[in-house]
């Protein structure tokens, strides 16, 4: 029979609806069980395209003696990590507190008020790995629970007293932090950059795009010789991720990480996450250079992203798995099966073009993959594509034709397992590289596809109070969090700024407004992960770092400074300047865990720019100006437009300046400004330049 979790949206859920385990969602219920039958709470954390997620499932959830011991002794919680960020975030704490690391899946026992008390990640279902088995810590567990659940119960308690004290603000305070602090940031980055092969530190290597966000913008006020380098550390970064294993040179898009310092091996899966802020790197690198390996790449995404992650009402899809059956209608399964080729594969499918293809994409006759960056076995003999030497003008056709001849081969394998589910925060990523990318590259059907994800988001995730968290084929129960709020009004600012239509402005500042409502922390600066009014999570925590995704705190700063410049409000900057005042230590102490807080500040030491163009929408000579506009790198600078519609009403309301701008002798002319102190207007697109 099927448990709980039968009744759930979540794929990752879903996935373990049939196991004989006991399992609960996340809800009341479950701590109700708890609490009556006296019995601790297994908490089980992961998502759908996780590895090793799968690899417990099928030693210990599928397995009847395993849950046999689970069900007797246990209340037993799957949560999927990415509908229940602020779970994870909390949880995850405790297991890197008390273990050293951290990962997935996650499992942590908790007391029936859901206060940790032991925890770790993966465990194998008997001891080995040097490791104890999953059964040997569930009967040990269940044996001190029996038999010292007092001591448990008064550690837990300290334990969620001590996660408490850990994120208490510092009332009050300055900001202090500087251009001193960006530079120290900037030598931060340096510090660890790898010249060889790019990226910073060894492997296994993370694609980081917060740290490019940074040192792009920061390079524009460097000085000479560290704007430069900055430049450097971000291109050839860019360049060998593009060319390497991490790339999927057949499909477009990037895989999530490379086990190896070289970007190589990948770890497989595809995340909705990487594709957008990837997208975004990729163009701000074409702004700055004019070259057109980086605006193929941002282009070669979107077309992936459109074609195997969107929903054809609008959403995007959340993730491809890593694993995938080596063949239909077998059992066996492995991570990396759909990518990767044998030579005699290669040789069978290209024929005369297989040694042009494989000096350039580096296959080999015994495989390609070195076994150090193959510890479990998975590619002896197998060919992992990586771009080894420019393409030739001549051979651009002759190597387009293998590529072509593969996909379609490729296609006809067992896909990876697709996460259908669409969650708002990443939804709200990829709207920012559509429309970013669209207007950047003069192209509206990505606009349009950043319209239509706006839209579909509108009807479905969005009732005109609440923004709520994830949809599968209808709207899952669960209210949104602050990285939903702050990444959706990312994408809504972007998309007003690509399109100039009004209603997306209006959007944004009515969820600024819900965000500050729900999460803000006007004490200690930031956002709570978490509304005040979940029973279920003991500790309201924030996201203090920038990793694979950028925290609500750093991307909602820079939102605030764009309302500020937008609207000409000062109340929305002396907001932002509240948020950087609260992460001042962490910019002083660690500038290097915070690179977009790093390109907040950056922002907030710089005079707020205007480009306002004075013109009716969609007509040529808008167009124009605006796309002249856009192809300078200027992420210092928002781009607005005084129409005499709703948006320079809306404008308008906030700013005389805007109120008083008009074409000139009927054209549109544009308006470059500091802080709304404009520029004689300009008509000629060929003369949009403003100096950094």
């Given amino acids: 029979m099927p448990n709980l979790l039968a009744s759930t949206t979540s794929p990752y859920l879903l996935q373990h609806a049939d196991n004989p385990v006991a399992w609960h969602p996340w809800d009341t219920d479950a701590f109700a069980r708890a609490k009556s039958e006296g019995k601790p709470v297994f908490l089980s954390i992961g998502y759908s395209t996780c590895h090793w997620c799968h690899v417990m499932a099928h030693e210990s959830f599928e397995n009847p003696d395993v849950a046999a011991v689970l069900n007797e002794y246990f209340?037993?919680?799957?949560?999927?990590?990415?509908?229940?960020?602020?779970?994870?975030?909390?949880?995850?704490?405790?297991?890197?507190?008390?273990?050293?690391?951290?990962?997935?899946?996650?499992?942590?026992?908790?007391?029936?008020?859901?206060?940790?008390?032991?925890?770790?990640?993966?465990?194998?279902?008997?001891?080995?790995?040097?490791?104890?088995?999953?059964?040997?810590?569930?009967?040990?567990?269940?044996?001190?629970?029996?038999?010292?659940?007092?001591?448990?119960?008064?550690?837990?308690?300290?334990?969620?007293?001590?996660?408490?004290?850990?994120?208490?603000?510092?009332?009050?305070?300055?900001?202090?932090?500087?251009?001193?602090?960006?530079?120290?940031?900037?030598?931060?980055?340096?510090?660890?950059?790898?010249?060889?092969?790019?990226?910073?530190?060894?492997?296994?290597?993370?694609?980081?795009?917060?740290?490019?966000?940074?040192?792009?913008?920061?390079?524009?006020?460097?000085?000479?010789?560290?704007?430069?380098?900055?430049?450097?550390?971000?291109?050839?970064?860019?360049?060998?991720?593009?060319?390497?294993?991490?790339?999927?040179?057949?499909?477009?898009?990037?895989?999530?990480y490379s086990v190896d310092g070289e970007w190589h091996v990948p770890h497989f899966e595809k995340m909705l996450y990487d594709q957008a802020q990837l997208v975004n790197s990729y163009v701000d690198a074409w702004q700055i250079t004019g070259d057109e390996f980086f605006a193929t790449v941002a282009r070669e995404t979107l077309a992936y992203v459109t074609s195997d992650l969107s929903h054809p009402a609008g959403g995007f899809y959340s993730a491809e798995d890593a694993d995938s059956l080596v063949a239909a209608g077998r059992p066996e399964h492995g991570e990396g099966v759909f990518y990767v080729w044998s030579f005699e594969e290669l040789s069978a499918l290209l024929g005369d073009d297989t040694a042009l293809f494989a000096q350039h994409y580096g296959a080999e006759p015994g495989g390609n993959v070195d076994p150090t960056a193959d510890p479990h076995g998975e590619f002896p003999g197998k060919n992992i594509l990586t771009q080894r030497l420019p393409i030739r003008p001549e051979d651009s056709e002759r190597l387009a034709h293998c590529r072509r001849v593969l996909f379609a081969v490729r296609e006809q394998r067992p896909r990876p397992h697709l996460d259908d589910k669409v969650l708002t925060a990443w939804n709200g990523l990829m709207i920012s590289a559509f429309a970013r990318a669209g207007a950047v590259l003069g192209d509206d059907t990505l606009i349009d596809r950043a319209r239509s994800a706006a839209e579909f988001l509108h009807a479905e995730l969005w009732d005109g109070t609440t923004l709520y968290r994830s949809w599968r084929g209808t709207r899952a129960p669960i209210a949104g969090f602050a990285e939903d709020y702050a990444f959706l009004i990312q994408g809504l600012l972007d998309l007003y700024e690509a399109d100039f239509d009004s209603k997306n402005l209006t959007w944004a500042l009515e969820l600024q407004t819900r965000q500050d409502a729900l999460f803000a922390d006007p004490d200690g600066g930031g956002y709570f992960g978490s509304a005040a009014d979940d029973p279920l999570v003991p500790v309201r925590t924030k996201d203090d770092h920038d990793g694979a995704e950028p925290s609500a705190s750093s991307i909602s700063v820079r939102n605030l400074l764009r309302l500020a410049a937008m609207m000409h409000d000062e109340t929305f900057a002396d907001r932002a300047r509240g948020i950087l005042v609260g992460f001042d230590s962490i910019l002083r102490r660690v500038p290097g865990a915070v690179p977009q807080m790093l390109a907040a500040l950056d922002l907030a030491l710089t005079p707020p720019r205007q480009a306002v163009i004075a013109g009716a929408r969609g007509t040529t000579d808008t167009r124009d100006l605006a796309a002249h506009a856009r192809r300078e790198y200027q992420p210092h600078q928002v781009l607005l437009l005084a129409d005499s519609g709703p948006g320079q009403s809306l404008l308008s309301r906030h700013s005389d300046a805007v109120a008083s701008m008009t074409p000139v002798n009927g054209r549109a002319a544009l308006y470059l400004c500091e802080n709304f102190t404009c520029s004689a207007p300009i008509t000629n697109p060929q003369t949009v330049s403003r100096p950094e």
């Fill in 75 to 256: 209340v037993s919680i799957k949560v999927d990590r990415e509908e229940r960020p602020d779970v994870d975030r909390l949880y995850m704490a405790f297991v890197q507190a008390t273990t050293g690391s951290g990962g997935w899946p996650m499992s942590v026992w908790l007391t029936p008020d859901g206060a940790p008390f032991f925890g770790g990640t993966y465990f194998p279902p008997t001891d080995r790995y040097g490791r104890p088995g999953f059964v040997t810590v569930l009967e040990r567990i269940a044996e001190l629970w029996a038999t010292e659940r007092p001591g448990i119960l008064h550690q837990a308690a300290g334990v969620i007293a001590s996660l408490r004290e850990t994120i208490q603000p510092s009332v009050g305070g300055t900001l202090t932090a500087d251009d001193a602090v960006l530079r120290a940031g900037f030598d931060a980055f340096a510090a660890s950059y790898d010249p060889m092969f790019g990226g910073f530190g060894g492997g296994p290597k993370f694609p980081r795009p917060s740290i490019f966000n940074f040192l792009l913008a920061w390079s524009l006020r460097a000085p000479a010789d560290a704007a430069d380098k900055a430049r450097e550390m971000t291109f050839q970064t860019l360049r060998h991720m593009a060319s390497g294993g991490l790339y999927d040179h057949l499909g477009g898009g990037f895989h999530r």
